[in-house]
């Protein structure tokens, strides 16, 4: 008996076991793309970033419909025009999302390829601050040493550079709003119904800036080859794939992984700006970046011992809203 209820276990955590697999493999792909763009966005030049950042929206949309179109996935569409606040919500949250990409985009393309990188390693720790003051969330111990670390090494960046981290903290902020936004719509339109209506949003500005920048001659589109056009083209499709599987991933692993995994992009970034962009860090901007990390992975214990907690308050039977938080 013992047996036979262990070999139907066995088969039931296989399916599953394999499933997660697919999905960090789903995931580790969207990150390793996501830490690439710099190699990508550099092919671009000599486009500016406002006109890469008009393509990327216009091309996205027109990507977008079409896998509507091929998928016939419009179930979502009328209950959304029929929520005009969270139409609303989303235009707001389309509005920080072009400002990242367009944020970034500048970074990468004038040679600021680790400051952006920052950006994304702090990415959490702003999100952990959005939730204390907008949300009114309360914070374990770990994360509050984990934000306290982090505000340090603002504050040695800061020094090092001579100047704020503009471009690191207008991407980390930019991205936690945009975060935020879609968590207070209350409503999970998917990856694909996400993406195509912000850049349905957007459309209309992207579409007029790039006949303004085609008729004063400030584009690059048609004067530069048909190479140049069609990478131009492409970055509807270098959007929208990492973003489907990372949607992909989502579904099948754990959160604690996704938050995990999420560190392999700007790490990459970072590489990529050293490596081959040829960009040089002063050892004191290191000790900044080392006091980032001592932070991230502060947060990172205390995620996993809280995703443990949680298991484990699970599998008694104990509500989680009664489960005692880890120590810390």
């Not at 409503?187 to 303004?212: K, Q």
């Not at 443990?308 to 989680?320: D, Y």
Request: charged content about 10%.
């Amino acid at each position: 008996m013992t047996t036979t209820s262990s070999r139907a276990a066995a088969a039931q955590r296989t399916p599953a076991q394999a499933s997660v697999r697919r999905g960090t493999a789903f995931g580790a792909g969207a990150y390793l793309l996501w830490g690439l763009f710099p190699l990508y966005f550099h092919l671009l030049l000599p486009a500016g970033a406002l006109e890469i950042l008009v393509h990327r929206v216009v091309w996205s949309l027109l990507l977008c419909l079409l896998v509507v179109a091929v998928l016939r996935d419009v179930a979502w569409v009328r209950p959304l025009l029929a929520a005009p606040r969270r139409l609303v919500r989303l235009a707001v949250a389309a509005v920080f999302l072009a400002l990242n990409w367009g944020v970034y985009i500048y970074g990468v393309n004038s040679g600021q390829v680790v400051e952006t990188s920052l950006g994304y390693f702090i990415n959490p720790l702003v999100t952990v601050l959005l939730g204390v003051f907008l949300l009114h969330e309360r914070l374990r111990r770990l994360q509050w040493v984990a934000v306290a670390l982090g505000a340090v090494a603002v504050v040695v960046l800061t020094v090092d550079y001579g100047r704020p981290p503009w471009i690191a903290l207008i991407l980390a902020g930019s991205f936690a709003t945009y975060g935020l936004m879609k968590k207070r719509i209350g409503v999970d339109l998917g990856a694909l119904a996400s993406l195509t209506t912000e850049t349905t949003l957007l459309f209309p500005f992207a579409l007029a800036a790039l006949v303004w920048l085609e008729v004063t001659g400030r584009g690059t589109l048609t004067g530069h080859g048909a190479g140049h056009g069609l990478l131009l083209a492409s970055t509807g499709v270098v959007t929208a794939v990492p973003l489907l599987l990372f949607a992909a991933a989502a579904r099948r692993v754990p959160l604690t992984t996704i938050g995990l995994l999420q560190f392999t992009t700007p790490v990459l970034q970072l590489l990529c700006g050293v490596l081959l962009l040829g960009e040089y860090v002063p050892p004191s901007r290191w000790v900044g970046f080392s006091v980032v990390w001592l932070a991230l992975l502060v947060l990172s214990v205390d995620s996993v011992r809280s995703a443990h907690s949680r298991s484990r308050t699970a599998r008694s039977g104990v509500p989680a809203e009664l489960a005692p938080a880890p120590p810390a």
